[in-house]
Nanobody
């Protein structure tokens, strides 16, 4: 069982930055890939990006590439989403997620409760 808790959301002006954190409860955090997703009002949940268990590989959706950066600190059981050059269309609830087992990508089973990010124009 993996419990995930996001933090760091808030209200920011367009062009600003925020850093989201996701703290995981599992002692095997360093063996889990982690993903970030977002869901805007009235829209489906959208993949933002992921990072492998070792942190050496990241992948981003085209909509955030070059503006968002995912990193992790395995000693702190935490994954981060650094968001720069924010746009109003980045407004959404942001979720972190983990797969159902270690050393696996792409199928997410554990989800946090989400944190709201609002970008004003």
């Amino acid at each position: 069982q993996v419990q995930l808790v996001e933090s760091g959301g808030g209200l920011v002006q367009a062009g600003g930055s925020l850093r989201l954190s996701c703290a995981a409860s599992t002692r095997t955090f360093s063996s889990y890939a982690m993903g970030w997703f977002r869901q805007a009002p009235g829209k489906e949940r959208e993949f933002v990006g992921h990072i492998t268990w070792s942190g050496d590989v990241t992948y981003y959706a085209d909509s955030v590439k070059g503006r968002f950066t995912i990193s992790r600190d395995n000693a702190k059981n935490t994954v981060y989403l650094q968001m720069n050059s924010l746009k109003p269309e980045d407004t959404a609830v942001y979720y972190c997620a983990a797969p159902d087992r270690p050393y696996k990508l792409g199928v997410y089973h554990y989800w946090g409760q989400g944190t709201q990010v609002t970008v004003s124009s």
